[in-house]
């Protein structure tokens, strides 16, 4: 035994397997703090509200969790197995029960790492991955768990070499210093790589104007001054127009531009490229500017919403879900917008309604909610309901009861509190079944003659022609050929 002893101890020993746990050591390290802050500080994926995917909402959360239990459990074990080979060094030097720890300490190494490459496989990060940037607008939430999740499994791997030789020698001081410095690099490398993947203004054509104070809208029509042609996708919704205090809007597919009312001249635009090559686009039904906030809004999918100043095209906020409303974007994207009961209120003003009668105030300066009125009453119909903002005030119009009790009542509310200013109600007006004609004739039978009163039914006949595909015709059956009165049902 001694002479086996002496043997080892004039053995040489290296420093590399310290030096590979060391760098090992700054890859744990670089790994736990991406996956930090790819769920608590990268901008998450904006996943509208009505998607059912959970694979791929979770996707992030599930390799950062990944991440950080496997960085967990391969520290613990590093620590246990370096600690407890000096304990028995140092009582049994040269005994088997050192080697029989190290052992051990190289087992559940080789369990870890096998248990986190099959995790990484079964994530289906590249299939995964390709589905969110072809859906969604790029974050850095997915690229850092990602790198964190590789930077993880890298540490580990040099951390098992210095677990399966914890006797090594102890290298020198610069050679610690550069360990840590060849760890360092790989950590920058990957959260500039997650940083470039996540970001999304390399899809963007954006440019911005300078303020210019509000014109004057013509009062009476003049000449022709420009003439400009609208974008336009077969299969794809049309543009909109929306006019402003400094000119007009065109809402198109690929993002929004303002132009000059007067010389035509376009004076800022936020367009997004390659529209189409993923789920992002704008939605030119859904955009408003009231003029009252001097602010533009725009929805789009798989993005949320985006306002703009109206004057110098800045952006001003952000927001997945406005209200955090999930019949929100349905009730705006079916139907007018601007019929009865349209969710957001036409005006000078931003505001929404809900189907419970409820008006939400929304400040297009800034996205925050100031106000939402009391529902209202039972007894008042929500399907026959129209709100408009003025510009010092807020007017709902529901109709109240039924049959000879109905009522339309008017609410004016406050615009800065919600508050009502006044509430008046007014009788509804009645509607009466139109007159049908009904005649008594006397027809005859096998018995005699007989009294029978007869009504005028309309009968709809279609014909075709060769101008004309279809032209509808009426006439009456049962055409009285006696006295004829008309009596209302």
């Not at 991406?34 to 992030?60: G, N």
């Not at 040269?94 to 790492?113: N, P």
């Not at 198109?252 to 800022?268: F, H, K, P, Q, S």
């Amino acid at each position: 035994m001694s002479d086996d002893q002496s043997i080892d101890d004039a053995r040489p020993r290296s420093a590399l397997p310290i030096l590979a746990g060391v760098v090992g050591a700054v890859l744990l390290a670089g790994g736990v703090a991406l996956a930090l802050y790819s769920q608590f500080v990268a901008a998450p994926i904006p996943v509208p509200l009505d998607d059912d995917d959970a694979e791929t909402r979770d996707f992030p959360l599930r390799l950062v969790r990944g991440s950080l239990v496997l960085a967990g459990t391969v520290v613990l074990i590093g620590a246990a197995v370096l600690i407890g080979t000096a304990v028995l060094a140092r009582k049994h030097r040269g005994d088997e029960r050192v080697a029989g720890f190290t052992a051990g300490g190289v087992l559940a190494m080789v369990a870890v790492l096998i248990g986190g490459i099959a995790f990484a496989v079964t994530s289906h990060i590249p299939s995964t991955y390709q589905r969110l940037t072809s859906i969604f607008v790029a974050t850095p939430r997915a690229p850092s768990a990602i790198a964190a999740l590789a930077l993880v499994l890298l540490g580990a791997a040099l951390v098992f070499v210095l677990v399966a030789t914890p006797t090594a020698a102890r290298p020198r001081r610069w050679a610690l210093a550069s360990a840590v410095v060849v760890g360092i690099v790989p950590v920058l490398g990957a959260a500039g790589i997650a940083a470039r993947l996540g970001d999304d203004t390399s899809s963007i054509d954006r440019a911005t104007a300078g303020p210019r104070p509000e014109t004057a809208t013509p009062a009476v029509l003049g000449p022709e001054r420009f003439r400009l042609r609208l974008p336009a996708e077969p299969g794809q919704p049309g543009s909109r127009i929306i006019f402003t205090g400094n000119g007009f809007v065109v809402s198109a597919l690929d993002g929004i531009t303002m132009y000059d009312g007067a010389t035509g001249t376009a004076r800022w635009h936020y367009r997004r490229l390659g529209v189409g090559s993923d789920g992002v686009a704008n939605v030119p039904r859904m955009t408003v500017a009231p003029r009252g906030e001097n602010a533009v809004l725009t929805y789009w999918e798989k993005r949320g919403w985006l306002a703009f100043d109206t004057a110098t095209g800045e952006l001003l906020w952000t927001a997945t879900d406005l209200l955090a409303d999930s019949d929100l974007i349905d009730r705006m994207m079916r139907g007018n917008l601007f019929a009865v009961n349209e969710p957001i209120v036409r005006g000078n003003l931003l505001a929404f309604t809900s189907p419970r009668g409820t008006v939400t105030r929304v400040d297009a300066r800034t996205g925050r909610t100031l106000w939402s009125s009391p529902p209202e009453a039972s007894g008042c119909a929500a399907t026959l309901q129209r709100v408009v903002a003025t510009m010092t005030a807020i007017h709902r119009v529901e109709s109240c009861g039924y049959g000879d009790n109905a009522a339309v009542v008017i609410t004016e509310l406050d615009d800065e509190s919600g508050a009502i200013h006044d509430q008046r109600s007014f009788p509804a007006p009645t509607r009466k079944r139109p007159a049908m004609p009904r005649s008594r004739c006397a027809t005859a039978g096998s018995s005699g003659r007989r009294a029978a009163t007869t009504t005028a039914r309309p009968k709809f006949s279609s014909r075709r022609t060769a101008r004309w595909p279809r032209l509808w015709s009426y006439r009456a059956t049962n055409t009285p050929v006696c006295s004829r009165r008309t009596t209302t049902s």
